[in-house]
């Protein structure tokens, strides 16, 4: 599977980095030119999940954009993309991804020690920034998953707490051990504790401190509203939306049927949205 944009839109697409991991996908050497990285090192969540910390020499990134990771696998450079959790000031380098089960290269990747070499494409890529985002009152980050990461990168910059009065992060997973980057989200937490409120979901595990469900489905029962203390509507709401293709699409319709619209850069609404897969 390709990675692809609808570009001019802002509601931006791109193949999902977990769904590209085979030898005859995406080949990166025909597709970017590369730098060396070194692994600084590498963090085990739970038996999937896992975040890869390295230095290399990139370009200047905007939060919110993505990065391309490959290793040189039999005859091939094998790479996929990945967004940065990392503010764009900070250093080292780190993503946010899942192991895919026989998957040539995020196997590889999970293995790699301080010091290991791999290849990082220098340029970014990707629109799924707070510069294609309107001006709003609040600002409502929905995530599941990996996709979580892209926006603790934009959460540690300056600019979404200038911009908005409130801000809601949503992260959607199966079961509470999936539920990483606690300490950052604390942080977050002490830091803007009248503008920022962090929502977890949980679908299949019960537990007393997250809303178990989809985000679609709490969005259209009003408990997502409920939780967040804060209204949706087309005057004061923006979202931006990262993750499962299905979750995407569907609160997208959601959103619709609520009268906000979708943000495209000729017409500028109230839906921002980046599918992975």
Same mark, same amino acid.
């Given at each position: 599977?390709?990675?692809?944009?609808?570009?001019?839109?802002?509601?931006?697409?791109?193949?999902?980095?977990?769904?590209?991991?085979?030898?005859?996908?995406?080949?990166?050497?025909?597709?970017?030119?590369?730098?060396?990285?070194?692994?600084?090192?590498?963090?085990?969540?739970?038996?999937?999940?896992?975040?890869?910390?390295?230095?290399?020499?990139?370009?200047?990134?905007?939060?919110?954009?993505?990065?391309?990771?490959?290793?040189?696998?039999?005859?091939?450079?094998?790479?996929?993309?990945?967004?940065?959790?990392?503010?764009?000031?900070?250093?080292?380098?780190?993503?946010?991804?899942?192991?895919?089960?026989?998957?040539?290269?995020?196997?590889?990747?999970?293995?790699?020690?301080?010091?290991?070499?791999?290849?990082?494409?220098?340029?970014?890529?990707?629109?799924?920034?707070?510069?294609?985002?309107?001006?709003?009152?609040?600002?409502?980050?929905?995530?599941?998953?990996?996709?979580?990461?892209?926006?603790?990168?934009?959460?540690?910059?300056?600019?979404?707490?200038?911009? +908005?009065?409130?801000? &809601?992060?949503?992260?959607? @997973?199966?079961? /509470?051990?999936?539920?990483?980057?606690? !300490?950052? %989200? =604390?942080?977050?937490?002490?830091?803007?504790?009248?503008?920022?409120? +962090?929502?977890?979901? &949980?679908?299949?595990?019960? @537990?007393?401190? /997250?809303?178990?469900?989809?985000?679609? !489905?709490? %969005? =259209?029962?009003?408990?997502?509203?409920?939780?967040?203390?804060?209204?949706?509507?087309?005057?004061?709401?923006?979202?931006?939306?990262?993750?499962?293709?299905?979750?995407?699409?569907?609160?997208?319709?959601?959103?619709?049927?609520?009268?906000?619209?979708?943000?495209?850069?000729?017409?500028?609404?109230?839906?921002?949205?980046?599918?992975?897969?």
């Amino acid at each position: 599977m390709a990675l692809y944009h609808t570009n001019p839109r802002v509601d931006i697409q791109r193949a999902h980095p977990n769904a590209i991991d085979t030898l005859s996908g995406y080949r990166g050497e025909h597709v970017a030119r590369w730098v060396e990285g070194q692994v600084i090192n590498t963090q085990r969540w739970t038996d999937q999940l896992y975040s890869l910390r390295f230095d290399a020499p990139v370009e200047p990134f905007s939060a919110g954009q993505f990065t391309k990771v490959a290793l040189d696998i039999e005859s091939d450079r094998v790479g996929r993309p990945y967004s940065y959790v990392n503010a764009p000031s900070e250093r080292p380098l780190e993503i946010y991804f899942i192991r895919v089960p026989n998957g040539p290269l995020t196997n590889r990747l999970i293995e790699l020690q301080a010091g290991d070499k791999l290849w990082v494409s220098p340029q970014p890529s990707g629109f799924f920034t707070l510069s294609e985002v309107p001006a709003a009152e609040h600002l409502w980050m929905l995530s599941t998953g990996t996709a979580l990461g892209v926006f603790l990168s934009i959460l540690k910059t300056d600019e979404p707490w200038q911009r +908005f009065e409130k801000i &809601v992060l949503v992260h959607a @997973v199966r079961k /509470a051990e999936e539920l990483n980057y606690a !300490a950052i %989200i =604390e942080r977050l937490q002490r830091e803007h504790p009248e503008q920022f409120s +962090f929502i977890p979901f &949980v679908s299949r595990e019960q @537990v007393d401190f /997250a809303l178990c469900g989809r985000i679609p !489905a709490m %969005i =259209e029962n009003g408990r997502l509203e409920e939780r967040a203390g804060l209204s949706i509507n087309a005057d004061q709401s923006q979202f931006m939306l990262c993750g499962n293709p299905g979750m995407v699409k569907d609160t997208t319709e959601v959103l619709l049927s609520r009268g906000l619209q979708r943000n495209r850069r000729r017409e500028p609404g109230q839906i921002t949205t980046e599918k992975y897969w």
